[in-house]
């Protein structure tokens, strides 16, 4: 009997993917009832053998689910997840993750949020990576609720899903006490649904208690980012997790750091606040080569921020030396702003400054390659 219900189980989980019938698990109930109860049912066994966890995966979850005595519900369940087209790899996460998941009530439970999920338009693939992403959560009507908020302020289920992807804290706090008031609050400040709904703003703004909010609002403010600006949502982000006397010694190191008066260090921090949540290590590297190597003035640095938001090795130096390279030969104006090479994208610097001049300089893409990878070309050595 118990070949005949694993033999049953298997064929359900293989083929049920590609099946569009959603409440696989009465197939498995209606199966389930010619099969006697397993006697002495072992968790951590099911959980290695039907569910696909490793054994130390399988020594973790059973103690969560101990009071679990026979394959009934978990088997449900299963079948609950096949049939939203999970994969068998996929099922042993969602179990890994989360073991309780195999307790939930597929009658009164699961299928009731899926119907409700349906009724806001999300997808029976968008369901199954919902699952996948929280699984705890699904596990609770509440879930439906949340993401008839949620839809509308982040535009679509994918946007939606991208987020959750990083923080699936979302769907546990409280959209009275926490989500509305951080949406109003920011609203006022001048920030859009757009920039709410942002991966980078939603994983700390639209979770964190509204007084957090109101003091990273404050610190942004007092860094010389004004309410209403471009630039105050990356100004509370950069400050988020500083204090008061950490952006402080920030300010004063960046300043020591690029020979900046009190005015310049405030434009930058203004033009560029992410500037502040970045190591001082990394930048120190990157205003020397800018000072000493490429000869820029502190002030024009500080009016031009953005340089130190890009990664030496992969972008500063190699196009320097592409530069470099191209006035020494003639083939570009010795006027050439470095500032312009630096911010285009890969793919505007390379129909600029590198196919231009195969014929004047063929090997000038594989030099540019190898400096990029922290190599030194013979060709861009000029002493």
């Known amino acids: 009997m118990l070949r005949l219900r694993n033999s049953i189980l298997s064929h359900i989980l293989s083929t049920s993917a590609a099946s569009p ?9 209606a199966a389930a009832a010619a099969v006697s109860p397993r006697p002495n049912f072992a968790v951590e066994k099911y959980l290695i053998d039907t569910c696909g966890l490793t054994r130390a995966q399988a020594l973790k979850a059973a103690t969560q689910i101990s009071h679990v005595k026979c394959p009934s519900k978990p088997d449900a369940v299963l079948a609950f997840l096949a049939g939203l087209g999970l994969s068998s790899a996929d099922v042993a996460a969602v179990v890994a993750r989360d073991p309780k998941f195999l307790c939930a009530s597929v009658e009164r439970t699961l299928d009731p949020v899926v119907l409700g999920l349906n009724g806001l338009g999300i997808s029976r693939s968008e369901v199954a990576r919902l699952v996948s992403l929280a699984p705890d959560k699904f596990r609770s009507r509440h879930i439906v609720s949340k993401l008839q908020y ?25 959209l009275e006490k926490v989500v ?3 949406v109003a609050f920011l609203q006022e400040c001048g920030l859009g ?19 957090q909010v109101w ?12 309410r ?13 997790f500083l204090s008061e006397k950490e952006i402080a010694i920030k300010m004063e190191q960046l300043k020591n750091m690029l020979k900046w008066s009190d005015a ?4 930058a921090v203004r033009k560029a606040p992410m500037m502040l949540a970045r ?11 800018f000072i000493s190597e490429v000869g820029l003035e502190p002030a024009y640095i500080a009016r031009r921020p953005a340089l130190l938001s890009y990664s030496l090795e992969g972008r500063i130096r190699p196009r320097y030396y592409v530069l470099k390279f191209l006035k020494v030969k003639g083939l570009v104006h010795q006027d050439r702003d470095y500032y312009s090479t630096v911010m285009i994208s890969e793919k505007f610097f390379m129909e600029r400054f590198i196919c231009p001049h195969k014929q004047a300089a063929p090997h000038l893409a594989e030099d540019y390659a190898a400096a990029c990878r922290g190599e030194m070309p013979t060709r861009f050595r000029f002493t």
């Open 215 to 226: 003091a990273m609002a404050t610190r942004a403010e007092a860094v010389g980012v004004p």
């Open 21 to 29: 019938v959603w409440p696989l698990h009465r197939h498995l109930s």
């Open 279 to 289: 190591s001082i290590d990394t930048q120190q590297r990157k205003s020397e080569f």
């Open 264 to 267: 310049e260090v405030g434009i």
């Open 150 to 174: 949620y839809l509308p302020l982040f535009g679509s289920t994918e946007r939606l899903l991208r987020v959750l992807n990083h923080t699936a804290n979302l769907l546990s706090s409280s």
């Open 228 to 240: 209403g600006s471009g630039m105050f949502k990356e100004a509370m982000q950069a400050v988020a």
């Open 180 to 182: 509305k008031p951080n």
């Open 193 to 211: 649904a757009c920039d709410i709904a942002s991966p980078g703003c939603a994983r700390w703004i639209l979770s964190c208690k509204p007084q």
